[in-house]
C-alpha cells in the first residue's frame, strides 16, 4: 500500500460529458428504477442532507423512522426546514416492526412523506422496507429510503415498491469510492420538491440539479466535476455488473450466513435472528464478563475487521463486518479467527476448528446447491 505510486492519480482527464448519463442510468439499474437519477458531486450524507432540505417547508408532515444516527440527522435536516416531523425510534440497534408504522401511520392520518434507512451497518439489522413501502402506497404517501449500505448487499427495487426518493453511494457493499453519491426521483416526488421554500443556487438544491443537468439533456454537470470520483465509480460499476448484481447480493447473503453459523459455533450470541439480519455485518454480544476495551484490542489479525457496535445501548456489542470485497470467505474465516481469538485472551475456551468448519460449509454447500 505504502510503496504504491499515487502519482498516476495526477494529470487526470476530464471525465468524457456524455458518459455522466450512462453513469446515472447503470446506476438506475443497480436500483431497479426508470425514476430520474442524479448523480451528488459529495459523500452520501450531503445527498441525504439534500433531500431533506430540499423537501422540507413548513406544511410538510413527515414520517421519520429512526434506527441509527442517519434517521436521527435525517429528521433534524427536515425539521430545520419547518417540516412538521414525528419521529419514530425503533428500540436501540433494533428494527423498526411493521406493526408500529402502521400504529403511527393510523394515529397521524395527514403523513405527507416517510423516511427510512433500508438496512444498518451501524447495528446490522434490516428494516422490513417492502411492507413498510405498501402501507406507505396505501396512504398516498412519498417514500424516502436511505439506501446507501443496502445497496448491492440486498435487493434494492425501487420501482416495484413505489420508492420515491432513493439515495445510494458506491462505498459499502458495491465496493466503489466515497466521493459521490445517487439519488432517484420519482415523478410524484418532482412534484412534491416543487414549493417557493426549495433551497435555489444550493449545494442541496435538487432542483438545481434538475434544471442544471436533467432539463438540459444530461450532458457536462454543473460545476467542476472531480475526474477521479467518476472514473472510480465507473471502474466499480465495470467490476460489479460483471459479476452481476444478483451474484453480488447472493455473495453477501453467503457471508452473512457463514458468518452467523461460526459464531454460533463459538458459542457467540447473535444480536438479531436471521430474518431482520443485514447482509452487511453482522452483531454479536459479548459475554458479561468479557472486557469489549481488551477484546477490540486482540482482534487484529490480518484480514479480520471486527469493531464496536454504533449508536445507544450498543455498549456489548461488536461487529464483523462483510460488505463490499470483504463479502468473501477469505475475510469471513479471519473474522472468526480473529473473534475466537479475542475471546480467548480473556479465558473463554472455544472451538474455532469447529466455527471456521461451519464457515466453509456454509460456503460449501452454496456450490453444490448451484
Ligand atoms: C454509510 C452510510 C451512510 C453514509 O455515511 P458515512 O458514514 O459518512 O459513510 C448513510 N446512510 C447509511 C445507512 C449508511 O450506512
Redesign the pocket.
Known sequence: MSNRDWSHLLDIPPFPAENYAVLADRLGALMATKNDVLLIQA???LA?EAVATSLAHPGLKALNIVT?P??TWFGHWLAAGSADVVNLTAPPALPITVEAVKAELDRHTDIDILSL??????SGILNPLEEIAALARERGILTIV?????VGGHALDVDRLGIDIA?I?P??ALAGT?GL?AISVSSAAWTLLQHDKAPRISMLSLLDQKEQWLDLGRHALPGTPAPLEFFALQAALDRLEAEGIVEVQKRHELAQHATRAGLLALGAQLWVPDPVASA?ITAAVLPEDIDRRTFLSRRNIAGADITAGVGPDTERLVRLNHTGRRASEEAVLANLTAFSQALEVQGHQNDLQAALKSAADTYRRSVNNL
Request: charged share 15%; proline share 0%; glycine share 8%.
Open positions: 459523500e452520501a450524507v441525504l441509527s442517519y434517521g434507512v433500508h438496512a444498518e451497518s451501524a436511505d439506501a446507501v449500505a443496502s439515495v453511494g462505498q459499502k466515497a453519491s452487511l
